[in-house]
């Protein structure tokens, strides 16, 4: 009826290998996570930041909220300056661009 005390205290401690055991599925599920989300999810950071470095005059962008418009003016400070319709001319943050639709045409060398 009642439990003994020796019957209580029967457990061994964990010893190293089953510790690294009951670690593997979690070690193992970072490390699927690492290559399935957060890989892809900086190589399109990287490619987007390559993007908006890369805008000049005369390319035609679409921004997020979904304005199409060519580049008038690159600033430095961040910002472009782009005409949506002709003399309409807005200005928006070069991270806010997110599909460069045409390239201007490169200068001859």
Do not use: C, W
């Not at 061994?12 to 699927?32: D, K, R, S």
């Amino acid at each position: 009826m009642f439990v003994s005390p020796a019957y209580a205290q029967a457990a061994a401690p964990a010893g190293g290998a089953q510790m690294l055991a009951q670690f593997a599925p979690l070690i193992l599920i970072f490390v699927i996570m690492y290559f399935l989300m957060i890989r892809p999810q900086q190589k399109r950071v990287r490619e987007h930041r390559n993007m908006v470095e890369a805008l000049r005059r005369g390319d035609t962008v679409v921004t997020q909220g979904g304005i199409i418009g060519k580049v008038s003016k690159v600033r430095d400070d961040g910002e472009l300056e782009v005409e949506i319709a002709d003399g309409i001319k807005v200005r928006i943050v070069r991270s806010t661009v997110s599909q460069v639709i045409s390239k201007a045409d490169a200068p001859a060398a």
